[in-house]
Structure formats: structure tokens, C-alpha cells
């Protein structure tokens, strides 16, 4: 206690929980859209038909216009609705009233770049635009901001799919094709007075209402500072928040993409303590800079609410040592033709045991499809509150894999071992780390929990993902990533790339994960030195191939982490002695004797049939043990990190006595 007799309180950390998920549909948002069509329907024919005047038609479709923004960002954001395809729909309904000649998908790309790159300069933010400049030249810049986000598209095209191109494309040429219809048969005047005067004057108030009032003056970047690189505006509310759509807290907005604007003032109340005590910026309706403890003033608070809600780190599981329970099948999914996602139902009383952390996973045991099967996969959601989830991909001749995406049905049980694994990182929320994944395939699954999870945690820190597969149709979870770089706009970039589809333009991310593709990204996109951790996942030719790359380019040996699902089996290359092995597992001590050749895990089966192991490749760690006294070599180690194995710990699958006692602890 000071001596005043007050508590000192420690900053806060962490991005405090919104509270607000995106719903199954907005229909406010909906709404709006539906109002503004009609509204615009209406106004059209009563000024084609009736013979209003202009000075009433294009105020009035000019706010049809700008009411019509605020669903298409929705949209670009996938607020609107859990389901993909109704943001994509209404995107590409909406963005005809706003910019005539450009598609979502477009803009979309554009406002993302916003996101990451807010208040940086031209090159990186493309509504710098709006914000810099003298003053005399900031409405020219709002009424052209269209033809600056042509020019920064155009030198970001290489980074653009061809369908998206060709996309832009055809609508640009229906665009000029109206336009020149409408010129030969005298209609130019009737379309520019509905449409294009209304949509130009709407654009330029959208700059100024969207970008210039939310960013301008402000010099901290989104990288540097989230809660200082945008401001909310407070006062005369009754007025602001319907004419600015909700958009006077727009920092609520870049804090939390996803939440539907109508949901930002409901957000900021909830938390409103926890973003004061990070300093967020604010300012008056009148434009005039607040300090904290003058908002606090203004809005008569109680500094000593803290009403904040950080997400919590996620504990793992509370079992002493791996154990299986049967689980039922609670949801099966398709995230690619020949894959199925598998959700189980994890009763009350087994919750603490199937906790778990980022980048864990299961092994799941059963006689179906095949004789005494056990199988490893990757728990593939946030350990952030998600459901125990892991995804199959189908193999040809696989047994197990045959069965799950072929004769698995909701209510089947399938026993499962406790989560086990340490490939995810240690997430702390007053860390600001940079985090790079490079995985092909199904190693997406702990990849898509670690990053899920870090971007919830630590709000401070970034992730990339460099992901390749053979197609857009064999990518598994697509539609999440998505959404997950919707989501965490500013803070996640995800590099498809894709061996089977060549793109269009010079563009790094065609072919396969090599060692000449990861060179161009580590020049061009991802600067080595400014990454904290390096996660690969996926075949044993990528692991080694990424991993080389990257210590060729002087990335040290420990930010490199690696987990694989299969690795060719090989002759065992230890020789080992006979021992006596003592076993402990689960609080009970047994002793086995042992003839040289065999493994330590050999020996626990015999006096421990359920001693932990899946895939006895030393891929997988779910059999690792600490050695407490004696020696042992192993064969082969693809799942301890160098601080594993100074510790003590070892793969009982691949250890052989070298040393005639033997003690290894299960449960340390």
C-alpha cells in the first residue's frame, strides 16, 4: 500500500472480451439494406416517373449510398452473419451503390490493408489518403478516393487471385457498357442524377465520416498501439450515433472487427474501464482531445470499476498422466471432400480432464474399421472455449480414416486419450510476439488451435500463415481462416499457396513450399529477424526443407518448433543392453526386465497396458516420460524440443537402456 493509503493497480493486459460473437444473422444490417433498396427504388422512379427535382433525388440516394457502405464493410468483415456466403451476397450487392465500377472482393482486399497497416504511410495504408495532406487538399482527396484505391490495387495486383481479377474486370466493362448506352440513347443526365452524382457525393462524406474524423491527427500505428491509432467520439450522441451509423466509436470497430456496428456502443460499455486503463483515445463531438481522466470527468465515472473482461489463458488438461474415455461423436463436418471434422461431446464430469492447450492433441483408440487402431490427430479448435474438435483426412487404404469419413455417425463413441502435446507456444497476454506458420495439408489442424488461441490471448502480438496445398478445393478449413483474418484483421495474414493452380501475374505463392519459394517470401514478406517463433507442420520433406531454410537465413535452432504426423519407419540405429526398467505411471511403481533391443516402451506395456503411446514413430511425444536416473538412447526424436530433453525427458517408444537400471516417470 503507498503511502497514501491507495492500491497501486497494475496495468491491464490482454484485449478485453467484447462479448459480442457474430450472429447467425444481423438483422439490423439486413434491414438496412432492404430500407435503402427500397428507398433508393422509390426515390428513382419518383424522379424517372413523377419528375422530382434533383435537389431532392440526389440527397436522397446519396444517403441511400452511404447507409449502403455500412452493409457492405459489414459484410467485408463477416459480421452479418456466421454463414460465408450471406456476407459475400450482400457485399456484392451492396458495393454497386457505393463504388459503381468496383467489386467487393476489391474492396474488401483494401479495407483489410487499412486494418494492418492503419495510420502507416501511402504505401501501406491506403486511406492514408483521406488523412494526410494539407488542409485545403483534404476534400479533393475524399472526392477522389476511389481513383488512389485503383492506383494502390493496381500495384498490389500480383498479390490478387486470378478469379478476383477476372472479376473486377467484367464488372469495370458492364460499368463502361452502361455508361455508353446510356450516352447513345440520351439517358446520361437521368443516370448521373440517380446514380453516379449521388454515389460520388457519398463517397467523398464516407472519407471524411470513415476515415479522416476516426484517424486523423493521430500518429501511433495499429502495429505500435491499437488503442491510440484510433478514437472514439463522445458527446451529443442522440445525433452522432445515428448520422455516423455508430461509427463515433469506431476504435470499438478496430479493437473487434466482427462485432456488427450496431453492437459497438453495447461493446464499449462493457469494458469501457478496461479500455480507459489503456489509454484509448477520445475525443469531443466538438474536436476537442480527451484525456482519460477528463472522459472519466465527463462521464462522471468510478475509476475503481474495472469492469474489464480479458480472455483468460486456457488450462490444460487436469489429468495426471494420458487416459481414455469413450466420447460420443457430437457433430461431423466436411472441410474438404476427402476430410471430416469430428466435434465430440464431452460430458461435465470429463471437462477438466479434456481441457486443453493450443496445438495439443488426441489419440483416438477403437477396434471399428480395423483391429486394436489407435491414431494421433490434432485438436483443430481455440483452446479459447472451443469444442473438443479434430479433423481426418482420408487416406487411401487407411483404416481408421476409411471408417471416419465413410461410416462415422453422429452418436458413435470413440474412445479418446486425454490431450497431450507441447508444440503450441507458452501465451502470456502482455507479450507482442510474431508468430509464422508454414504447413501443407492436414498439418493445418494444431496450426489453425495455435493461432486461433494466440490472436485471442495476446492482443498485442501477430501471426502469419503460410499455407500450401494442391487446390482451393483441397484446403482444408478455408472458410475459417477467413474469417479468422477477417476477424483479427490487422494482426493475421494468411499466404495460400497452391501447387495445382497457377495464378496469375509474378506472384511468389504458385508451386509448391520449397526452398526457393521460402527464400522469396523471407525477402519479400516476412523478415526473419522479426519473427519470435517458427511452427511447422506437414510432411517430413517440408519439416526439413522449411526448417533448413530458415537456419540457412540465421534463424537460431530453438524458435524453429516442428510436429509431423508420419514419418517413415526405419531400422532401429541404437544398440542397446539388457536393463532392469522401473516404471512409473500413475502414482504406482513397476519393474520389468528387459533384453537388449527392446524399447522402454516395450517394457511398460508389459507390466502397463495403459501406458500412454499412439504412434510409436517418435512423431507424436504422447509417450514422453522423464528419465530419472539411468541412460537410454533414442532412435529417432521428432517431437521433443532441446528444452525437453535438457530437462530429463524422453520418447519411451524410441529409447533403449544403455545403462542396466533404468527409471522412467510417466506422471513427471
Known amino acids: 500500500m503507498s503511502s497514501a493509503g491507495v492500491v497501486a493497480t497494475p496495468v491491464p493486459t490482454g484485449l478485453p472480451d467484447p462479448g459480442e460473437p457474430v450472429p447467425r444473422l444481423a438483422l439490423p444490417t439486413v434491414g438496412l439494406f432492404l430500407g435503402g433498396l427500397v428507398v433508393w427504388l422509390l426515390s428513382s422512379w419518383a424522379a424517372l416517373g413523377l419528375g422530382w427535382s434533383l435537389w431532392l433525388t440526389i440527397p436522397v440516394n446519396a444517403v441511400v449510398s452511404f447507409t449502403m457502405f455500412t452493409v457492405l464493410h459489414d459484410a467485408v468483415h463477416y459480421s452479418i452473419s456466421r ?95 452502361g455508361i455508353t448506352a446510356a450516352a447513345l440513347t440520351g439517358t446520361l443526365w437521368a443516370v448521373a442524377v440517380i446514380y453516379l452524382i449521388p454515389a460520388r ?70 469494458n469501457e474501464e478496461a479500455y480507459l486503463q489503456r489509454d484509448a483515445a477520445i475525443m469531443t463531438a466538438f474536436g476537442r482531445d480527451l484525456t482519460v481522466e477528463e472522459y472519466r470527468v465527463w462521464r462522471e465515472l468510478d475509476s475503481t470499476l474495472a469492469r474489464m473482461r480479458p480472455v483468460e ?38 471437462s477438466e480432464l479434456f481441457r486443453f492447450e493450443a496445438g495439443q492433441h488426441v ?16 485438436i483443430c479448435a481455440p483452446a479459447t472455449g472451443g469444442a473438443l474438435r ?15 469419413a465413410t461410416q462415422l455417425r453422429v452418436g458413435d463413441e470413440l474412445e479418446l486419450m486425454t490431450p497431450t502435446g507441447r508444440f503450441g507456444p507458452p501465451l502470456d497476454p502482455a507479450q507482442a510476439k510474431h508468430y509464422v506458420a508454414i504447413v501443407a495439408g492436414s498439418g493445418i489442424t494444431p496450426v489453425l488451435s495455435i493461432l486461433a488461441t494466440a490472436l485471442e490471448i495476446e492482443s498485442d502480438s501477430h501471426c502469419t500463415l503460410i499455407y500450401g496445398n494442391r487446390s482451393k478445393a483441397s484446403t482444408m478449413f478455408a472458410g475459417e481462416l477467413a474469417d479468422l483474418e477477417a476477424r483479427f484483421a490487422d494482426r493475421l495474414e494468411v499466404m495460400h499457396v497452391l501447387s495445382g493452380e497457377p495464378r496469375r501475374g509474378a506472384s511468389p505463392y504458385t508451386g509448391r513450399i520449397d526452398a526457393a519459394l521460402l527464400g522469396r517470401l523471407l525477402a519479400d514478406r516476412v523478415a526473419a529477424s522479426e519473427v519470435d517463433d517458427w511452427y511447422l507442420c506437414g510432411p517430413l520433406g517440408l519439416v526439413d526443407t522449411a526448417r533448413g531454410t530458415l537456419l540457412e537465413h540465421g534463424v537460431p535452432i530453438e524458435r524453429v518448433h516442428a510436429e509431423l504426423f508420419h514419418v517413415p519407419a526405419g531400422p532401429s540405429t541404437t544398440t542397446g543392453v539388457a536393463s532392469s526398467v522401473t516404471v512409473r505411471l500413475d502414482g504406482r511403481e513397476d519393474v520389468v526386465d528387459l533384453v537388449a533391443g527392446q524399447s522402454v516402451l516395450d517394457g511398460a506395456l508389459r507390466v502397463r497396458s495403459d501406458a500412454p503411446y499412439a504412434c510409436m514413430g ?51
Not at 479434430?390 to 471416419?404: E, L, R
Request: a negative charge; one cysteine or more.
Open 83 to 177: 454463414r460465408r456466403w450471406v456476407n459475400a451476397l450482400l457485399g456484392r450487392l451492396t458495393v454497386p451503390f457505393v463504388v459503381p465500377y468496383a467489386a467487393a472482393p476489391l474492396f474488401g482486399f483494401i479495407h483489410i490493408e487499412h486494418h494492418r497497416n492503419t495510420n502507416e504511410d501511402l504505401d501501406a495504408d491506403p486511406d492514408a489518403w483521406a488523412t494526410d495532406g494539407p488542409w485545403w487538399q483534404l476534400p479533393f482527396r475524399w472526392l477522389t478516393i476511389d481513383v488512389w484505391y485503383a492506383t494502390f490495387y493496381v500495384k498490389h495486383l500480383g498479390r490478387r487471385s486470378g478469379r478476383e481479377i477476372a472479376e473486377t474486370a467484367g464488372i469495370i466493362a458492364l460499368f463502361i457498357a
Open 201 to 270: 457525393i457519398a463517397l467523398g462524406v464516407l472519407a471524411w465520416w470513415f476515415d479522416w474524423l476516426p484517424h486523423h491527427g493521430l500518429e501511433v500505428t495499429q502495429r505500435e498501439n491499437r488503442y491510440r491509432a484510433t478514437r472514439i467520439r463522445t458527446g451529443m450522441e442522440w445525433l452522432l450515433t445515428p448520422m455516423l451509423l455508430y461509427q463515433n466509436y469506431h476504435l470499438v470497430h478496430h479493437l473487434h472487427p466482427s462485432i456488427p456496428f450496431y453492437r459497438y456502443i453495447k461493446a464499449w460499455k462493457r
Open 313 to 350: 489463458v486456457p488450462e490444460g488438461s487436469a489429468a495426471s498422466h494420458a487416459e481414455f474415455h469413450r466420447l460420443p461423436v457430437a457433430a461431423l463436418d466436411r472441410p474438404t471432400p476427402d476430410s471430416v471434422a469430428i466435434t465430440f461431446d464431452v460430458p461435465a464430469e470429463l
Open 363 to 378: 489419440t483416438v483408440r477403437t477396434d471399428l474399421g480395423g483391429e486394436g487402431v489407435r491414431r494421433n490427430y490434432s
Open 390 to 404: 479434430i479433423a481426418v483426412k482420408q487416406i487411401p487404404g487407411g483404416v481408421f480414416s476409411s471408417y471416419a
Open 618 to 668: 517418435g512423431a507424436c511425444g504422447t509417450c514422453r516420460a522423464k528419465l530419472v536416473s539411468g541412460t537410454v538412447e533414442m532412435d529417432h526424436n521428432y517431437a521433443l524440443g532441446q528444452a525437453d530433453v535438457d530437462a530429463g525427458y524422453v520418447l519411451t517408444c524410441q529409447s533403449q537402456p544403455t545403462s542396466p537400471e533404468v527409471t522412467v516417470d510417466y506422471d513427471g
